[in-house]
C-alpha cells in the first residue's frame, strides 16, 4: 500500500463507518474483507515505525496498535451493530488514548513525567466513567421504555376486555403486537 492509497482506504473505512451505523450490520464478506485490509494497513504503519528509534519508535509503534485496536473493534461493532460491541469500541478508543499518552510520558522525566502519567491516567478514569454512566443511563431508559409498554398493554388489553368473541381476540393480538407482548 503507498502513502497515497492510506487516506483513501481511511476514507472508505469511515464513511463504511456511517453506512453501518445506518444498517448496524456489515455482510460477512464485506467484514472479512475490511479486516483483512485494517490489519494489512496498520502493519504498513507499524513497519514505518522501524525506520524510527528511542522514544519516537515507541510512540510510533503504540499509535499504529491503537489505531489497528480501534479499527477492528468499530469494524466489529460495524458487522453486529450489538450495544456491548458498541461498547468496546468506545473502550478501545480510551485505552488507545490512553497508552498512546502514557508512551509520550516516557520522553520526559522527573515531576514533567509524573504530571504527564498523572493527566493521562485522569482522561482515562474520566471516559470510563462517562461509559459506565452511558450505559447506566442507557440501562434506564430500556426499563423506562419497558414499563411505559407494559402499562401502555395493560391498558389496552383492559380495553379487548369489552369486546367478546373473534373481536376480543384480534383486539388482543393486536394489543400484543403493538406493545411488543
Known sequence: MTRSQAPRLLCALVLAGLAGA????????????????????FKAERDKCDSMSGNAKDVCVERAKGHEKVALAHLEYQHTGNTKDRNDYLEARYEAKYKLAKEMCDSQSGNAKDVCVADAKAAHDKAKADLKANKKIADAQNDQMEAKLKADYKAANERCDTLSGDAKDSCQASA????FQ
Open 22 to 41: 445506518a444498517s448496524a450490520n456489515l455482510t460477512q464478506p464485506v467484514y472479512s474483507s475490511a479486516k483483512d485490509e485494517v490489519k494489512a494497513m
Open 176 to 179: 400484543k403486537a403493538r406493545y
